[in-house]
């Protein structure tokens, strides 16, 4: 399955932005999903895992209550909605699918997007 993650910008703090990740080649329905950011620096971290039907999500802590993942299974898409945006969450946004075993360690995905930069001024 081919990966392209959309959606990223420059956003005021306090703003919302929602990132898109289409699939091609295979249908995502069948794969769980997870995004992970990337501020410059520092290493790619957990941000929110959505199960292949949707039912089950977990986030990071440090987004919870702000994002939601969700998918739209007709468009081959999943969504992460980012609201009450922080400076902190200024990062290179990615998209990834089919975890291995452990959702939150990006190692274990063997599919994965090109990112999208999110970029948030105070």
């Known amino acids: 399955v081919q990966l392209q993650a959309s959606g990223g910008g420059l956003v005021q703090a306090g703003g919302s932005l929602r990132l898109s990740c289409a699939a091609s080649?295979?249908?995502?329905?069948?794969?769980?999903v997870g995004w992970f950011r990337q501020a410059p620096g520092k290493e790619r971290e957990f941000v929110a895992y959505?199960?292949?039907?949707?039912?089950?999500?977990h986030y990071a802590d440090s987004v919870k209550g702000r994002f939601t993942i969700s998918r739209d299974n007709a468009k081959n898409t999943v969504y992460l909605q980012m609201n009450s945006l922080k400076p902190e969450d200024t990062a290179v946004y990615y998209c990834?699918?089919?975890?291995?075993?452990?959702?939150?360690?990006?190692?274990?995905?063997?599919?994965w997007g090109q990112g999208t930069l999110v970029t948030v001024s105070s």
């Open positions: 990834a699918a089919y975890p291995k075993k452990y959702y939150s360690d990006y190692r274990e995905y063997d599919y």
């Open positions: 080649g295979r249908t995502l329905s069948s794969y769980a």
């Open positions: 959505g199960s292949s039907s949707g039912i089950i999500t």
